[in-house]
């Protein structure tokens, strides 16, 4: 009996100390409540101990939490419904973890307090910009001006918004279509300014490539003289001799004519034909004096 009752103190004894020990982990921290009131001190992470018959520890996360939400009515300035999901990031102010408890209760009521919160701010902001502006760069806009609502909203509430981020954005039909072919009709504007350009440049090039071909051509001319001519053509004799090919040159001493040896033939008679020419105007003018004689 003895025995039992000494195993029956120890388990009771064993089940309080486990039962009167709290933990708070390091992404959140603690509050005590005693006798149903909250203790004005927030407990760090770490080992507590109270006592479990009237007193209890209470847990509040101080991590980032991301909430998502699906809006299926935001306004636009222009008076169209946009449907959008949001998630929202924020966390709690560590030191304010007792005021949180006290005005909410518990954690999962604020979480209902910013969703309400985020629908009004979203409604509100999204009233002011064009439906269109939330698939350009005014998307950014638009999410810091819902954050920085909601950071009015909620003020010194404990609650501290980090960003608020739109996401899968479902236009109106209609309006959708004439975004995107808006979009490609400006994109083809910037492919043809593109080509344009790329045309203008080519078209430069040539002008430029033309003057220094022009440039050349003048300088070229006012450099000729005969003196670079007959210098020129001594080094194409000179290349010539030492060619293995078989070449007739014919030349004045000054410039050398150049052709081929099956040529050959039809030169020496286009050299001959002079000459006879030449023979047979003596014979006419000798007749024509011994006719006067005679006379």
Request: charged letters at 25%.
């Amino acid at each position: 009996m003895k025995n039992n009752s000494v195993l029956s103190i120890l388990l009771i004894t064993g089940l309080f100390i486990l039962t009167s020990c709290a933990t708070v982990k390091q992404d959140e921290v603690g509050v005590k409540r005693r006798f149903g009131k909250l203790v004005p001190k927030v407990l760090t992470p770490g080992l507590y101990t109270f006592n479990p018959f009237f007193a209890t520890v209470l847990k509040v996360p101080t991590r980032t939490i991301n909430m998502q939400i699906m809006l299926e009515a935001l306004p636009s300035k222009e008076g169209l419904t946009i449907a959008s999901e949001l998630a929202i990031l924020y966390h709690v102010k560590p030191e304010q973890a007792v005021k949180i408890l006290a005005s909410v209760g518990r954690i999962s009521n604020g979480e209902q307090i910013i969703l309400s919160v985020l629908r009004s701010a979203a409604a509100d902001v999204t009233s002011k910009f064009f439906a269109k502006d939330m698939h350009t760069s005014e998307r950014e806009n638009i999410e810091k001006a819902i954050a920085a609502k909601m950071t009015e909203i909620l003020g010194d509430r404990g609650f501290v918004i980090e960003n608020v981020l739109l996401k899968s954005i479902r236009l109106p039909s209609g309006l959708a279509k004439a975004i995107e072919e808006k979009l490609e009709a400006e994109q083809e504007a910037q492919r043809m300014e593109f080509v344009l350009n790329k045309e203008r440049r080519e078209a430069e090039r040539k002008r430029v490539e033309a003057e220094g071909v022009r440039d050349a051509q003048i300088i070229i001319s006012e450099g000729l003289n005969d003196l670079l001519i007959q210098y020129k053509s001594l080094e194409v004799m000179q290349n010539l001799a030492t060619s293995p090919n078989a070449k007739i040159i014919i030349t004045d001493g000054k410039t050398p004519y150049l052709i081929n040896p099956n040529e050959q033939v039809n030169t020496q008679q286009r050299v001959q034909t002079p000459t006879s020419n030449t023979t047979s105007t003596p014979t006419k003018a000798s007749s024509n004096s011994n006719r006067r004689k005679t006379d």
